[in-house]
């Protein structure tokens, strides 16, 4: 699977989750973390790995390949599935998601203030 | 003990039907002519322990289940759906010498295995499979008189009705089969199993049927066949094997308004509990003080009775054919206590940890099924690295529905009636559910 397909399964599954669980996505940013910048409560990480793995047909985390605590963002979840699928990874950020940071910062900014 | 009470038919009412076996009725006088024939045949054989093929859809299994309760020693039952290969090596597994079927007024032998020296039993006795979900099946051991303890016997029954919503290999399809059988009424059993609704819904209509057993997967499968302007002359539903909401026992009351709605609580290790008649789900709290029934650390215990198996056949035999006892046995069904009644919440082993919280998958398949559109569910846990589980919903769609919007309201729904740790995760839509051999529900699969 090349990179932009990863790239591209990995944002639907995060948008389906979303969806599913009335999340409001403005915009989404490789670099934005699945946590504190998409809101992402735990469960929704976990039901995020479930989509991730019936998307990609291999699982990661249970297999030992890598550890959840230690992906936090878009493009850590794409460097993942780009190493297990691909044995390789692009460190590059995705083509068309790294504009302005404004929504991340205002998102953290209402969860601190929350 | 049977060849007895059908010999009584047979003087009785010999023209009148017994059964109706794969569309074929069969007399009383017919049925024990071949039983007569059968006990003769298989008096030749020397076997203490045999298996016997039985699905009651031919007038030759129905005999040879009868005449098997004439022969000392133990008749283990089992369905065709156990294939040759499996049922010889189940016929080792229990330390039987013949595998008998019965066909063309024959008694076949399918396979025979030789011991030294047979060891002569005393008394007859009727051995079940469990369903087994995991691992080997255990095999119950009855004598007739235990598995038939549940029986009433009354005049009213006879010539009355049945639909067999079980296979009779179950420890619930012998209930039915006995009750029917021992009362002289007429026992429908339908030509497939699985069953196909829309032959089982005719069966309805074209023979009059007046009594219904089955599980409640069975009846919502019956409720949503039956065509809304078609007559059902049922008097009678006996719910088992499966926990009953009060959603199903009020939409078969509205559907069926002639119908008494019972539900039975039964185990093939303990036999028929409680049979619970006042139309609401759960059990009244005043039979916690029959005795037999008590709740430890909110499951369900339960004492063995006259009505229970007398132990499992095979390895542990010896430890387990002990007479009753006065210690409890836990159920694995796990439930509480509301107003008056003792209300079923789920079995021990189903319930499911998602991140650190105890679900209950039948809870939530109950409030899903509120939903308008959803014909039927399936709720379980799918192991996850993060939660430990997520709660999987499969849902069976009414025919018209747009999934997409389904699970929509679903969510919905479900997010308004339930903590957030029991709103499923996953969904998937089939057009089938996965059954267990008796017709409940499969979860997991």
């Avoid at chain 2, 229970?308 to 035999?317: A, D, K, V």
Wanted: charged share 25%; glycine share 6%; proline share 4%.
């Amino acid at each position: 699977m090349t990179r932009d397909e990863i790239e591209k399964n990995v944002l639907n599954c995060i948008r389906q989750v979303a969806s599913d669980q009335s999340i409001d996505l403005e915009e989404m940013k490789f670099h934005h973390a699945i946590v504190e910048d998409l809101g992402f409560a735990s469960l929704d990480v976990a039901t995020l790995t479930a989509f991730l793995e019936s998307t990609f047909k291999v699982d990661p985390f249970t297999s030992g390949m890598a550890v959840i605590t230690e992906i936090r963002t878009i493009q850590d979840i794409c460097n993942l599935y780009d190493r297990c699928l691909n044995g390789s990874e692009d460190k590059g950020q995705g083509s068309n998601l790294n504009q302005s940071d404004d929504a991340r910062l205002k998102r953290r900014m209402t969860r601190k203030a929350g | 003990m049977l060849v007895a009470i059908l010999e009584k038919h047979a003087k009785r009412m010999p023209d009148e039907i017994g059964f109706i076996a794969g569309g074929v009725e069969v007399t009383w006088l017919s049925l024990h002519r071949k039983v007569k024939l059968f006990c003769d045949q298989l008096s030749r054989r020397r076997a203490s322990r045999r298996i016997l093929y039985v699905d009651g859809r031919t007038s030759d299994d129905l005999a040879l289940l009868i005449a098997s309760s004439s022969l000392p020693g133990e008749s283990i039952l089992v369905s065709s759906f156990h294939s040759e290969s499996r049922t010889k090596e189940l016929l080792s597994e229990f330390d039987g010498e013949d595998l008998l079927a019965a066909e063309n007024d024959r008694i076949k032998v399918v396979g025979e295995r030789k011991k030294p020296s047979p060891t002569p039993s005393a008394g007859t006795y009727v051995c079940l499979l469990t369903s087994g979900t995991t691992g080997s099946p255990k095999c119950v051991k009855y004598d007739w008189e235990r598995i038939s303890g549940a029986v009433s016997e009354n005049s009213k029954y006879v010539g009355r009705r049945w639909l067999m919503g079980y296979h009779i290999t179950n420890f619930a399809g012998i209930q039915v089969f006995l009750q029917c059988f021992v009362n002289g009424g007429c026992l429908v059993i339908p030509d497939q199993w699985p069953p196909s609704w829309a032959n089982d819904v005719e069966a309805l209509s074209k023979y009059q049927i007046q009594y219904l057993n089955c599980t409640a997967t069975y009846m919502r499968k019956i409720l949503f066949s039956l065509a809304d302007d078609m007559e059902i002359p049922l008097k009678s539903i006996t719910l088992g094997g499966e926990m009953v909401d009060q959603v199903l026992i009020d939409s078969l009351k509205r559907r069926l308004p002639a119908a008494k709605v019972n539900h039975i609580y039964a185990s093939t290790e303990l036999g028929a509990t409680i049979e619970v008649r006042d139309e609401k789900e759960g059990f009244p709290k005043e039979l916690l003080l029959r005795g037999n029934l008590r709740i430890i650390e909110g499951e369900l215990y339960a004492k063995k009775s006259h009505r229970s198996m007398l132990g499992y056949l095979g390895l542990t035999e010896a430890s387990s054919m002990a007479p009753e006892s006065d210690s409890w046995l836990p159920t694995g069904d796990l439930v509480d206590i509301e107003n008056d009644r003792v209300i079923f919440l789920g079995r021990r082993d189903s319930m499911v940890n998602v991140g650190g919280f105890k679900v209950n998958p039948f809870g939530v398949e109950g409030v899903i099924r509120e939903v308008k559109g959803v014909k039927e569910v399936s709720v379980s846990g799918q192991k996850n690295p993060i939660a430990g589980n997520l709660l999987k919903a499969i849902l069976v769609p009414c025919s018209d529905q747009d999934e997409k919007e389904l699970k929509t309201r679903v969510l919905e729904h479900c997010r308004s009636r339930l903590p957030y740790y029991s709103v499923p995760r996953l969904f998937e839509f089939r057009e089938e559910l996965t059954y267990t051999s008796s017709y409940k529900v499969k979860r997991n699969a």
